[in-house]
Structures are given as C-alpha cells and as structure tokens.
C-alpha cells in the first residue's frame, strides 16, 4: 500500500524554527514527485512547493519562495518542510502529497496532515 | 487568490442530485489540462475522488462523476448522501503560473 505518514503535531512561538517530515512508503520514493500544501484554519488548499526527491530537483509557489524550505532524505524516504523563524500567520494544517507520474497530474495518496500552531 | 472558482457551497436532499463547478480559464482548463476532484472530510485529509476530468479511483461509487467543457469542469453527486457532507476541491495545472493549481473549494450540505 502506498503510504505517507507526517510527524506529529507542533506547537511552537514566533521566531523559532521547525522541520516537519513526510516519509513515504510502498512505492519507489524517488521517482515520484512530493508536494507540500497549506491549508489555514476554515479556508482551502494552497499549494506550497514540490521536491523530486530522485534529484532533488524543488520548484516552490512564489507565495512561498523564501518562507520555507522544502528538502528530502531519499535514503530514509523522507521529505521535510522547514522554517527558519516562524510568524503567527504560519498556523495551519500542512499536508504531504505524492504527485502522479505526469507533471499535470493528481495528487494522490496524501498524508495525514501535520498541524502547525504558532503562539506566544 | 486561487484561479480556479468553485461556488462556496452547495446543498441538496438525500437521494437529489448536485453538481459543483470549477471555472478557469485559458492558461489552465481552457488549454486543455486536465481536471482532478477531491474530498475532505470534516478534520481528515483531502482524498483523490476524480482524476483526469471522469476518471474514479478504485473504491469510489459511481454516485461520482466529473465532465469538462470549455474552460470549466464540473463535479456532479447523484444519490445524495449524509455521508458526502464534505468539501469538495478541483485542481489543474495552469501553463502561466507553471504550477498546479487547487480551485477554492466547495462546501456540500445534506439538507
């Protein structure tokens, strides 16, 4: 069955970082694409970034471009989102998405959602 | 701000018919990309419902079904049930963004 399971949740104040991790499995991992997106509280799906963790090869939204990192591990099967200094308006649900074989497909199986709190 | 427009909500009885729309325009559904459909339940994570404008995974009821025409897609739900109470998203890829793009999302209600 192909799987991607997320860490746990995190509750953190503004300024610190945070590495958040997305590990696949029952499929090969490096050849398929790996998306990040937010969603915020009561609102939709915004599509953060994309990694091929083959080559590491990482394209990112230009809403996001410089907010976070996106890196992967192929050797565990392991992709990550990171921040170097979290804002309040960082608080959200963040999800893991493996892409389908085609550029313009799907995304699909997802993780379970790793959920961000960012307070004072 | 998302480029693709779905209504923010949708209701029906049990057992009616409901259709949800996905506007584009010609970067993303109008250039021909293809169309795929999620479900998010409430507090889980989104699941793929409809790929490639009308294609369903294994597993899911052909209550559900997907078209494209133009530059929008269309969801539509026969045989309502308690159990779709959800929230329905589009997604496509947009050539002038070079990115995939998710629609706004659609809450459906069972009356």
């Known amino acids: 069955e192909v799987q991607l399971v997320q860490s746990g949740a995190e509750v953190k104040k503004p300024g610190e970082s945070l590495k958040i991790s997305c590990k696949g499995s029952?499929?090969?991992?490096?050849?398929?694409?790996i998306g990040w997106v937010r969603q915020m509280p009561g609102k939709g799906l915004e599509w953060m970034g994309i990694?091929?963790?083959?080559?590491?090869?990482?394209r990112y939204s230009p809403s996001f471009q410089g907010q976070v990192t996106i890196s992967a591990d192929k050797s565990i099967n392991t992709a990550y989102l990171q921040w170097s200094s979290l804002k309040a308006s960082d608080t959200a649900m963040y999800y893991c998405?493996?892409?389908?074989?085609?550029?313009?497909?799907?995304?699909?199986?997802w993780g379970q959602g790793t959920l961000v709190t960012v307070s004072s | 701000q998302s480029v693709l427009t779905q209504p923010p909500s949708v209701s029906g009885a049990p057992g009616q018919r409901v259709t949800i729309s996905c506007t584009g325009s010609s970067p993303n559904i109008g250039a021909g990309y293809d169309v795929h459909w999620y479900l998010q339940l409430p507090g889980t994570a989104p699941k793929l419902l409809i790929f490639d404008n009308n294609n369903r995974p294994s597993g899911v009821p052909d209550r559900f079904s997907g078209s494209k025409s133009g530059t929008s897609a269309f969801l539509a739900i026969t045989g309502l049930q308690a159990e779709d109470e959800a929230d329905y998203y589009c997604?496509?890829?947009?050539?002038?963004?070079?990115?995939?793009?998710f629609g706004t999302g659609t809450k459906v209600t069972v009356l």
């Open positions: 029952g499929y090969s991992f490096t050849n398929y694409w």
């Open positions: 990694i091929y963790p083959g080559d590491s090869d990482t």
């Open positions: 997604q496509s890829y947009d050539s002038s963004l070079s990115r995939s793009v």
């Open positions: 998405t493996r892409k389908s074989s085609s550029w313009y497909g799907w995304f699909d199986p």
